[in-house]
T-cell receptor
Framework: ETGVTQSPTHLIKTRGQQVTLRCSSQ?????VSWYQQALGQGPQFIFQ???????GRGNFPPRFSGLQFPNYSSELNVNALELDDSALYLC?????????????FGPGTRLTVL | QKEVEQDPGPLSVPEGAIVSLNCTYS??????FMWYRQYSRKGPELLMY????GNKEDGRFTAQVDKSSKYISLFIRDSQPSDSATYLC????????FGAGTRLFVKA
């Protein structure tokens, strides 16, 4: 059984650019959640996908968007990057979309916006 | 007011000490409470969860929830240098809400 994997590990972009981050969920999991973790802060919920549909969203603007594919892998897209978007982006997969379903986190993608 | 408040520390203790980590939360509707451990350059991993009030023990770790005061605690007995990490409390309904995390250093 493979765990949650994310790519790339690190990424440097400039303000105004667009970025796509990728996540492969743990085998058998149908739900993926994305989080943003700024330095020294806890993860903040961006959105969740359950069986390829967006299933809820946190307080993030529309320039944060996502996709979930039939194999339950997922992408996070961020348009018009801002300096404050610099953070660790975490993907978590679970079997089920409830907060009581154990989420398994990937190692994250460290995004730096210059 | 943040929905989950957690002292970011850092907290430094000698090996073998008992560690107490704490959080408060604001929404009395929350029923499910979690503690995650996050090592440097890694994603969080679930340590323990509790449902409603009470205690739950797992080896050297004890999680405690007091819903009357909206207080969540994690106790680590016989702390080890390998316990050095950031500990995140979390709760929530549909979405998981994390505290800021407490950085713990256990000195050998």
């Amino acid at each position: 059984e493979t765990g949650v994997t994310q790519s790339p590990t690190h990424l440097i972009k400039t303000r105004g650019q667009q970025v796509t981050l990728r996540c492969s969920s743990q085998s058998g999991h149908n739900t993926v959640s994305w989080y943003q973790q700024a330095l020294g802060q806890g993860p903040q919920f961006i959105f969740q996908y359950y069986r390829e549909e967006e299933n809820g969203r946190g307080n993030f603007p529309p320039r944060f968007s996502g996709l979930q594919f039939p194999n339950y892998s997922s992408e996070l897209n961020v348009n018009a990057l801002e300096l404050d978007d610099s953070a660790l982006y975490l993907c978590a997969s679970s079997f089920g979309d409830s907060s009581t379903d154990t989420q398994y986190f990937g190692p994250g993608t460290r995004l730096t916006v210059l | 007011q943040k929905e989950v408040e957690q002292d970011p520390g850092p907290l430094s203790v000698p090996e073998g000490a008992i560690v107490s980590l704490n959080c408060t939360y604001s929404n009395s509707a929350f029923q499910y409470f979690m503690w995650y451990r996050q090592y440097s350059r890694k994603g969080p991993e679930l340590l323990m969860y509790t449902y409603s009030s009470g205690n739950k023990e797992d080896g050297r770790f004890t999680a405690q929830v007091d819903k009357s005061s909206k207080y969540i605690s994690l106790f680590i007995r016989d702390s080890q240098p390998s316990d050095s990490a950031t500990y995140l409390c979390a709760t929530g309904g549909f979405k998981t809400i994390f505290g800021a995390g407490t950085r713990l250093f256990v000195k050998a």
